[in-house]
């Protein structure tokens, strides 16, 4: 079992990762046979290599990414509220994502959803 | 496909029948089938009549429920931050879950998963 102070590390350093267009340091917090569901409702990217470019396509626009309350976490699962803003063709949109992340026993994360849906996107 | 105006709209009314102490408004927004895993790592509760019960029990006390962000909706989902906030043997305490709500094609919950842990729960 994952320890709440674990799971919450992870989530701080996946932000931290995302502000700093680390990518490895995005990709080192998957298992090799993780899963990714963003957003919610889309095709999964399965397996490590598919996170990694999906994250490298990501990471094409600068991301100011903070947390907007507690994460929580318990049980192997983390949720945590967040904003992520970026400029796309010269416009200011910011994203307010939940996400969830499931652990394995080795304390990296093997599912990520994130959950949002148009009323979370907001342009300024 | 469940709409976000649907769901957020279900989100709300959950959060109002909770503060009213309104156990039926609670239970007609689920399913007969549905399940309440409230926090999650507990056994769930399965079926309607398990679920009244929970519920009735969390209903001895007077709760202040508050949204803390914006409802997300996708897809069939929905996530939500708030906090709940309750007096028990004359201490205050809050507690900041993030809820998931999985709908089916009725428009009615079918899955409620609380997740929150220890570091969630605040005493005053």
Same mark, same amino acid.
Do not use: N, Q, R
């Given at each position: 079992m994952n320890t709440t102070e674990h799971m919450t590390e992870v989530v701080q350093r996946y932000v931290a990762a995302l502000n700093e267009g680390d990518l490895e340091g995005i990709v080192a917090?998957?298992? @090799?046979d993780a899963t990714v569901e @963003?957003?919610?409702?889309s095709e999964p990217q399965r397996g490590i290599e598919a996170i990694r470019a999906f994250y490298a396509n990501s990471l094409k626009l600068k991301l100011e990414v903070a947390l907007t309350g507690e994460v929580r976490a318990v049980a192997n699962e983390a949720a945590f509220a967040f904003t992520v803003g970026f400029d796309y063709q010269g416009r200011k949109s910011v994203i307010s994502p939940i996400d969830h992340f499931r652990f394995n026993e080795a304390g990296k994360v093997i599912s990520m959803r994130a959950l949002f849906g148009p009323a979370n996107i907001h342009q300024a």
């Open positions: 917090l998957y298992a @090799d @963003d957003p919610v409702g």
